[in-house]
């Protein structure tokens, strides 16, 4: 699976933006998918997490109540829309997959894009 976030760009606080995470090949619909991001001097950390049918959804404390991520297989495609948003959100933002059922933690994904840098300015 290869997978392209795209979306990031700058924001003032209190705005809104909606990553888009594109994955290659014909099996994306059997892949959990994650949202982690990563701020300058900071580990990654994760943020959001959908299982393979959508069914299953976790988010970082962080973001709860802010952000919603989702997925359209017909599209091989997920989504984070991110509301309200932070100084403190400002990172670059990953999507990684993984099969079936999302986790927590960064090492569980075998696949991830590039990154797309969010900055949200205050």
């Known amino acids: 699976v290869q997978l392209q976030a795209y979306g990031g760009g700058l924001v003032q606080g209190a705005g809104s933006l909606r990553l888009s995470c594109v994955a290659s090949?014909?099996?994306?619909?059997?892949?959990?998918m994650g949202w982690f991001r990563q701020a300058p001097g900071k580990e990654r950390e994760f943020v959001a997490g959908?299982?393979?049918?959508?069914?299953?959804?976790y988010y970082a404390d962080s973001v709860k109540g802010r952000f919603a991520i989702s997925r359209d297989n017909a599209k091989n495609t997920v989504y984070l829309q991110m509301d309200s948003l932070k100084p403190d959100d400002t990172a670059v933002y990953y999507c990684?997959?993984?099969?079936?059922?999302?986790?927590?933690?960064?090492?569980?994904?075998?696949?991830w894009g590039q990154g797309t840098l969010v900055t949200v300015s205050s």
């Open positions: 959908i299982s393979w049918t959508g069914n299953t959804i």
């Open positions: 990684a997959a993984r099969l079936r059922w999302p986790t927590m933690q960064p090492n569980d994904y075998g696949y």
């Open positions: 090949g014909r099996t994306f619909s059997s892949y959990a």
